[in-house]
C-alpha cells in the first residue's frame, strides 16, 4: 500500500467513523430535544426516601440541601450519613438545619454518622447500606442523590414520574458541565463528558446522582447485599434491572447542570474512575467500546500527524487526503457536541437554572479542549483498563471485579464542629 493509497483510506475511515458518531449522537439528539417534562398530580406520586452520601463539603453543598429540602413533593423524607464525626460535611448541614428552623420546609430530614466502613466495598455503598436499613416498608421509591446536585423544585417529581410505567424499574437523570472559568481541564471534561452522555443514554447506564429505584426492585434483587461488595451504587442498580427484565428510563428533561471547575490533572483523574466504573460493571462490552474508541481516536491522531509530516516533505496529494478526512471528522465532532450543547442549555433554561452565555474565550479555547479531549480519552481508557487501585476522595480501594472491592487505606476527613445526630 502506497502513502496516497492509506491517506485515501484514512479519510474513508474517518468519513465512517463521523458517520457512525452522527448516528448514535442523533438519537440523544432527539430524546432532548422532544423532551417533556412529566409532573404527575399529587394523587399518582408514590412517597419517596432520597437517601444521601457525604463525605467532604463540595462547595455548593449548602445550596444543594437547601434545594433538596424544598422539593415540590407531598410525601417525601431526605436521609443523610456523613462519613465520619469529624467531616467538614457537618458544618454545612447543622448550617442547613439552624437556617431551616422555623421555615416551612417539604420533609422531614435525618442525619446521622457512618457507623460501619465495610472493607469489601466503597464508603459510599457502606453508607447507602446504612441508609436502606433505615428505611421502612412505607417508602415505594428510592432516590440516590449526589452531594453536587443542584435540583430544581419539580427535580422529584420528574425524575419518580416514569415509574408510574409497571415496565420501568428505574429512572435517571445526567449531568452537563457548565463550568463558569473556563479552565482548560473543565473544558476538556465538559468535552468528554458528551461523549458520556450518549453512550449512558443508548447503553442504559444511570447515574447515580439523580436515580430513582422501585422499592420492591431494591427488596427483591437483593441490591442491599450487592452493595455490601460493590465500588459504585449504579453499576449494580443495572444489573439488577436487567435480571428482572425491567427497563431504566432517562429522564431528558433532568439534565442537570454542574459548574465546578477543574485542572487537567482532575480532569483525567475523574475521567478514568467513571471509565474504571464502566469497565467493572460492563466488562463483556468493554472490548468492543476500547477496541472503537481507540480506533477511531488513533486514527484520528495518526491522520494529524501524517497531514503535516506530508506537508514538511512535499507529498501535498497525501497531505490533503489526510487533512480533508481529519477536518471532516473534527467538523462533524465539533457540530454534534455543538447541537448537545445547545440542547442541554436549553433544557436547563427550562429548569429555571441560569445559563451562562456560550460565546467568548471558552468558546476560543474550545477547538484546543477537544484536541486535548482526544488525548486525556485515550489515556484515561488504558488507564481503566489497567488500573487496579482507584483513588476516590482521599480513599484508596483495590478494584478485581464488580464483586470483588478491597478498602486499603481510608483517611478521615476532619473539622472543628462537634458532629451529632439530628432530625430537620
Known amino acids: 500500500m502506497t502513502l496516497l493509497h492509506f491517506a485515501t483510506f484514512a ?37 419517596v426516601a432520597v437517601l444521601l452520601c457525604l463525605r467532604g463539603a463540595d462547595p455548593n453543598l449548602a445550596g444543594g440541601l437547601r434545594r433538596l429540602m424544598k422539593q415540590q413533593y407531598p410525601d417525601y423524607e431526605v436521609f443523610i450519613v456523613i462519613d465520619s464525626d469529624t467531616d467538614p460535611a457537618w458544618g454545612v448541614v447543622k448550617q442547613s438545619a439552624d437556617n431551616a428552623e422555623g421555615k416551612s420546609t417539604a ?54 414520574a416514569p415509574l408510574a410505567d409497571p415496565r420501568v424499574g428505574a429512572s435517571f437523570g445526567n449531568r452537563w458541565f457548565l463550568p463558569s472559568r473556563g479552565w482548560m481541564g473543565s473544558l476538556v471534561r465538559q468535552v468528554c463528558n458528551a461523549i458520556g452522555v450518549v453512550t449512558m443514554h443508548l447503553g442504559q447506564i444511570p447515574w447515580g446522582g439523580s436515580l430513582a429505584i422501585r422499592a420492591s426492585v431494591v427488596k427483591e434483587s437483593g441490591l442491599r447485599e450487592t452493595l455490601t461488595r460493590s465500588i459504585v451504587d449504579d453499576g449494580p442498580v443495572r444489573v439488577a434491572l436487567k435480571k428482572q427484565g425491567l427497563r431504566l428510563q432517562f429522564v431528558p428533561s433532568l439534565l442537570m447542570a454542574n459548574r465546578e471547575d477543574c485542572d487537567l490533572r482532575f480532569a483525567h483523574s475523574f475521567l478514568t474512575r467513571q471509565l474504571k466504573w464502566t469497565q467493572t460493571y460492563m466488562s463483556s462490552q468493554w472490548p468492543i467500546m476500547l477496541v472503537y474508541t481507540l480506533g477511531v481516536l488513533g486514527i484520528y491522531m495518526a491522520t494529524l500527524v501524517l497531514a503535516i509530516g506530508c506537508v514538511l516533505i512535499g507529498y501535498h496529494v497525501e497531505a490533503f487526503w489526510f487533512a480533508a478526512g481529519a477536518a471532516i471528522y473534527s467538523g462533524a465532532v465539533m457540530t454534534l457536541w455543538f447541537l448537545l450543547d445547545v440542547a442541554a442549555r436549553r433544557i436547563i433554561r427550562a429548569q429555571g437554572e441560569p445559563v451562562p452565555s456560550i460565546l467568548g474565550v471558552q468558546l476560543l479555547k474550545l477547538p484546543l479542549a477537544m484536541l486535548l479531549a482526544v488525548v486525556v480519552h485515550v489515556s484515561a481508557m488504558i488507564c481503566a483498563t489497567l488500573l487496579r487501585r482507584v483513588i476516590w476522595r482521599g480513599v484508596t480501594y483495590e478494584v478485581h471485579g464488580p464483586s470483588e472491592v478491597h478498602l486499603l487505606s481510608d483517611g478521615v476527613m476532619t473539622a472543628s464542629l462537634e458532629p451529632a445526630n439530628v432530625s430537620l
Open 11 to 47: 479519510f474513508w475511515v474517518l468519513i465512517g467513523f463521523a458517520a457512525v458518531n452522527a448516528l448514535c449522537t442523533t438519537f440523544s439528539l432527539v430524546a432532548l430535544f422532544r423532551h417533556r417534562r412529566e409532573t404527575p398530580d399529587d394523587d399518582n406520586l408514590p412517597r
Open 107 to 160: 420533609c422531614q430530614v435525618h442525619v446521622s454518622t457512618l457507623r460501619q466502613r465495610l472493607e469489601t466495598c466503597s464508603l459510599k455503598c457502606s453508607s447507602l447500606v446504612q441508609l436502606l436499613d433505615q428505611i421502612d416498608d412505607s417508602f415505594e421509591v428510592v432516590v440516590l442523590a449526589d452531594s453536587d446536585l443542584e435540583s430544581h423544585s419539580t427535580w422529584l417529581r420528574e425524575l419518580v
